[in-house]
Structure formats: structure tokens, C-alpha cells
């Protein structure tokens, strides 16, 4: 593949590399967003003879089918194609998806042309975190991963602002336009990767090394025999040689019940996923603007404004975990987060339950304070913790398929909540915000009794939580008989914070009896 080096050495080329994934995640939250603003336009519902609830909701959500499907493709072929051509693979579906999309006549038109362009999304989605953090430094590797979802909402803020504009415009191009322009941001990403070095971990992988020791050598902006360079490349080649000791981790094997919990962990990642989606945010994000002209009863201008509005509260919110996840954690935020969640949905409820009444319009204008809470709690708490998490709490030989999993729970359920979300607007109305909030406040002990804290820990550490007591007194014996020297990385552990279930006891006394010796 050809290999271009626009942008130097050191903080240059790191900058370069943070800017294109963000651009990648904003052309994310455009694609996310972009549709709100289009479903009730009377152009498009007339182009496609006034679908139905049903067929809204497939024609919308079919995007996140491809979504799941691209995912999948990429963890099976990322590794044959690398890192940089997995993501210009991902731009071009987006481009022929986004081509296909603009230029539709009919229903089966516009479902194969949204898939076309989930599948690119799936694929960008599972690929670019992963290049990233496999081109930054250890200490920002946690905040530059958080901090993606706020491109998220960037993206989803430039969509319905610029659906709103063209609202204004007469025939087809109100709705054509913003989906094409989608195709912008494809292409900027696939200017700024060509200048990108490829990823040193995949390049020693495929026996590269001269090539990834200057990769390192150009992202750190240090001669080859630097102590930092020396050590990254080390760990590297001793976790590559690790893997193919052990062979590969087959698919049939993730669930398996082994001396960490492979399996139980596998299930938490698939969980965490799960609870990002069935929250509700999407029925916020993809159909604001129908909630607010149909349960609200807003004319569509102002519901526009108020779309906007509201989305910004995730940009808003995201900021929050940007810049203070290692210090908040992360069992708390996403207990309070989904408990603020329940309430907002409770509340909308409620105050949507009296249409029909003599006090239908003051309460029902007063429903809309909280999507604004709702938005800010989710930017805030389940938008950014699940991407950080789902990596972080699964061993280093299942990872990769382990998050390939976790993602699909994403993809899956996105799918299922978009779908069904037209229907739940029309025919149960305020009702179906009741569903949403018996999950969120389900959430809540779900996350206290499962999921322990991973906060400010090692990835080692973290197996730690997770160990059998067999295998505890099989390292205390190894450590008996000398085999550990140091014995500190075993007190680690103990400075992990309560889990509210039975890990941190057995981990407790895991550490307590091994430091007895």
C-alpha cells in the first residue's frame, strides 16, 4: 500500500492522527443524526408513498443492520488488510452508499443504499478506535477514547442544523442534499489517512519490524535506541509471541468458564453495549423531531429548532467524561446516569399522559424540559463509558473477538430500538416511554451487583478481579516458592473500589492471605 508522510514527526503527526479519527466519528454522528430531519419531510414521505409506521422504522433502522454486518466484516479481514485500508474501505461504502441514498426513487431503493452505508459505518466504527489507540501514548489512551463520542454529537449537531436550513428549500433537494453531503466527510477522512503511517502493532504482526521501529521512532519523535521506543517495541513483540504461543482464541471458546471468567466477561461486555442502546437515546436522536410534532403537538419549524437544541445537550454533556472519566469512574456515573434517565423518561410520561385533556398543551410543552435532561445525562454518563469499558474489562486473548461482540450488542439493538420506535410514537404514545424507563431504573442494580470498578487500574489488575480461588492459591504458591521475587503487583488489586457484589470480597481475601506471606 502506498506510503506518504505529509505531516512530519512527534506532536505533528500525532495531532494528525487524533483529527482524522475524530473527522471519522463526526461523519459517525452525521449519518447517526442526519435522518431525524428527513423522515417527516412531506418531499421525501411523498417520494416513498407516505410509508406506514412499520416500514419507517425498517427503512430507517436497516442502516444499523449494515452496521452490525460491517462490524463483523472487519474483525474478520481487518487483520489481512491493516488498519489504513480497512478505513479507505470503510469511506468508499459510505460514498456508494451515500451516492445511493441521494439518488433514490423507491422504498427497496433507499433500504439497499442504507445498508450500503451502515456497512462502511460498521466497519469505520470497529476499526478506528483501535488504529488510534495503537498510535498513542499509554497515559491519553483512555481520554482519547472517551472523547470520541463527542464527536459523535458534533456530527449529529451539523446534520440537524443543516436539515433544519434546508427545510426551507422546495422539492426533492431539501432532503437529497443533506444525505449527500455525507459524502464530504468520506472523503476528507481518506485525505488525512493518506498521510498516516500505518499501525506498528500490525506492521511487527506481519514481520514489518523495520518499518513499524520507524513508525514508533516518527509518532514519539525519538532516535531508535531511546529507552521509550525500546520498551513499546518490546512489549509489543513479547504480547505478539505470547499469542501465537498460545494459538488462536476460537469463537466456540469465548464463553468458556475459565480460571478468569472468559466467559462471564464476555457477557459484561455484551451487557454494557445492551445498556448504551436500550436506554432510549435513539428514539431521541433518529425521531425528536416526530415525537415533537406528534406527542408534543409542535408545528414542524419549531420542532426542528427545538431538535437541534436538544441534541446539543450531547455534545454538552459529553464533555463531562472527556475531560474527568479517570476521575469519576465508572460504575458510579453509569448508576446515577441510568437512574437521571428513568426519571427523565418517568417524567415525559407523565406529563405526555394528558393529551386529550384540559391541561394538554401546558404539560405536554413542559415534557420537552426533559429530553433537554435526558440528553445531558446520557452525553454525560451511558454515551462515552461503554466504549471505554467494554475493551478494558476483557482479557487480553479474547479482546478483539471479545469486543467484536460487544459492538454487535450495540448494532443489534440499535437496530431493534429504531425499528420499533415509530410504532411505540403513534399507537402507545406516552405509554412507550414507560418501557424505557423500567429499563434505565433496571440498570441501575444490574450495574451494582455485576459489573466491578475498572478505574485507575492495569489491565492486569482488572484480571484480577476476576480470578477463581483456584487459581489465587496457585499464585500464592508460585509467589512461596519464588517464583514472583517483588510481590507488589500482587497488592495491586487492592486498591480497586467496591464492586457491590461478591468480586472485591473474594479479591480482598486473595490479597489479604498472600500478603500474610
Known amino acids: 500500500m502506498f506510503k506518504f508522510n505529509m505531516y512530519g514527526r512527534g506532536f505533528k503527526l500525532r495531532a494528525a492522527i487524533t483529527v482524522a479519527c475524530q473527522m471519522a466519528f463526526v461523519l459517525f454522528g452525521y449519518d447517526q443524526g442526519v435522518f431525524s430531519g428527513i423522515v417527516g419531510n412531506e418531499s421525501f414521505r411523498a417520494q416513498f408513498n407516505h410509508p406506514n409506521p412499520s416500514l419507517e422504522g425498517i427503512i430507517v433502522s436497516i ?15 481487518c487483520e489481512r488488510t491493516g488498519r489504513r485500508l480497512a478505513m479507505w474501505i470503510a469511506m468508499c461504502w459510505i460514498i456508494v452508499g451515500g451516492a445511493l441514498q441521494a439518488c433514490a426513487f423507491s422504498v427497496p431503493h433507499i433500504m439497499i443504499a442504507r445498508f450500503i452505508t451502515g456497512i462502511g459505518t460498521g466497519i469505520e466504527t470497529s476499526t478506528v478506535p483501535m488504529y488510534q489507540s495503537e498510535l498513542c501514548e499509554a497515559e491519553k489512551r483512555g481520554r482519547l477514547v472517551s472523547s470520541e463520542p463527542l464527536f459523535v454529537g458534533v456530527g449529529i449537531e451539523i446534520a440537524y442544523w443543516f436539515d433544519y436550513g434546508m427545510n426551507f428549500a422546495e422539492g426533492s433537494i431539501a432532503w437529497r442534499l443533506p444525505i449527500a453531503c455525507q ?6 477522512v481518506i485525505g488525512l489517512v493518506f498521510g498516516l503511517p ?11 519490524h523495520e518499518e513499524a521501529l520507524q513508525v514508533l521512532c516518527d509518532v514519539y ?9 525500546v520498551k513499546e517495541q518490546n512489549e509489543v513483540l513479547d504480547a505478539i509471541a505470547m499469542e501465537e504461543e498460545n494459538g488462536a482464541y476460537k469463537w466456540s471458546e469465548l464463553f468458556k468458564r475459565d480460571h478468569v471468567q472468559t466467559g462471564r466477561r464476555v457477557f459484561l461486555a455484551y451487557g454494557m453495549q445492551f445498556m448504551n442502546q436500550m436506554g432510549g437515546i435513539n428514539l431521541v436522536v433518529y425521531y425528536i423531531i416526530s415525537v415533537l ?9 419549531l420542532a426542528l429548532i427545538l431538535g437541534g437544541c436538544i441534541n446539543a445537550m450531547f455534545f454538552f454533556g459529553s464533555l463531562v467524561p472527556t475531560f474527568f472519566l479517570d476521575r469519576m469512574g465508572r460504575r458510579k456515573p453509569m448508576m446515577w446516569g441510568s437512574f437521571g434517565l428513568g426519571i427523565s423518561m418517568m ?5 405526555l399522559s394528558f393529551a386529550g385533556t384540559s391541561v394538554e398543551k401546558p404539560t405536554a410543552s413542559a415534557s420537552i424540559t426533559f429530553f433537554f435532561t435526558y440528553m445531558l445525562i446520557f452525553g454525560a454518563t451511558a454515551n462515552c463509558i461503554p466504549w471505554v469499558y467494554v475493551p478494558e474489562i476483557l482479557p487480553l486473548h479474547v479482546r478483539a473477538k471479545g469486543s467484536a461482540v460487544g459492538i454487535s450488542s450495540n448494532w443489534l439493538w440499535n437496530f431493534f430500538v429504531v425499528m420499533v420506535t415509530p410504532t411505540l410514537i403513534q399507537n402507545l404514545k406516552w405509554k412507550g416511554y414507560l418501557i424505557f424507563m423500567c429499563l434505565n431504573f433496571s440498570f441501575v442494580p444490574l450495574i451494582y451487583f455485576c459489573y466491578p470498578e475498572t478505574t485507575n487500574l492495569t489491565l492486569e489488575e482488572i484480571d484480577w478481579l ?7 492459591k496457585e499464585s500464592i504458591q508460585i509467589q512461596k516458592a519464588g517464583g514472583f521475587g517483588d510481590d507488589s503487583e500482587f497488592r495491586r488489586p487492592s486498591r480497586a473500589v467496591g464492586t457491590g457484589s461478591d468480586i472485591e470480597t473474594k479479591e480482598n481475601e486473595s490479597t489479604e492471605k498472600m500478603e500474610a506471606t
Open 63 to 77: 442502516y444499523n443492520l449494515g452496521c452490525f454486518t460491517g462490524c463483523i466484516l472487519s474483525f474478520i479481514f
Open 183 to 188: 459524502v464530504i466527510f468520506a472523503f476528507v
Open 198 to 208: 500505518e499501525s506498528p502493532r500490525y506492521l511487527y504482526k506481519h514481520g514489518k
Open 221 to 229: 519523535d525519538l532516535p531508535p535506541d531511546a529507552p521509550k521506543i
Open 293 to 301: 410534532q406528534n406527542n408534543v403537538r409542535l408545528d414542524r419549524n
Open 347 to 351: 417524567l415525559i410520561a407523565i406529563l
Open 466 to 472: 476476576f480470578l477463581k480461588k483456584g487459581a489465587v
